[in-house]
């Protein structure tokens, strides 16, 4: 499955494409069939911070938020309420003190799906790949490109999961940013 990522104002703008799928059998291709069309909104739910993912018809998927615990940085999704996935950032140590010119910079998450145990990779291209079990299961194209952004993913997963884990890797990416107020 393809997710075709548009800025728009106010947030993101996500439509899930039929892919080809690496897995073979009729129940690899019916859902990433059933996904064609699917249209998914990231629109901020303040002015920084978390965002909300809202499919088209207002109705709210998943609320997304970032919480920091002393050194730990989580990224946690919920879905009516209660969690659907979270994500623990690991960040790159700088070599020599962290300063306001060069920040710490997130490099990996280790992320809980109810699909199991994954793992997100910056990759020196500023892209992001996806791996559950040591394969690569989606790629979002680079981050920071004046190209449109692409998110190649598995078409076993539900186009929701890819949104949020899209919002996750949105988050690690700039992580290291600083705010001038």
Known sequence: M?????????????TCAAGETAASGRG?????????????RILPKK?????????SGSETVCETEI?????RILYLAKQNGTEYAQAELTCRPCSGPV????????????????????????????????????????????????RP???????????SLWAVLYVFAAYMMHEGEVDII
């Open 47 to 55: 002015l920084t911070g978390s965002a909300k993912l809202i499919r």
């Open 28 to 40: 690899a291709a019916e859902s990433a069939h059933k996904t064609a069309g699917e249209e998914f």
């Open 149 to 159: 952004q692409i998110f190649a993913c598995s078409g076993e997963y539900p186009a």
């Open 67 to 71: 919480l920091r615990e002393g050194d």
């Open 2 to 14: 393809i997710l075709q990522i548009k800025p728009v104002i106010g947030g993101y703008h996500l």
């Open 99 to 146: 300063s306001m010119i060069r920040p710490p910079q997130g490099v990996h998450l280790d992320i809980r799906t109810p699909y199991g145990s994954w793992e997100a990779d910056r990759q020196n291209d500023q892209s992001v790949l996806f791996s559950r079990d040591s394969t690569v299961i989606g790629k979002i194209s680079p981050f920071f490109s004046i």
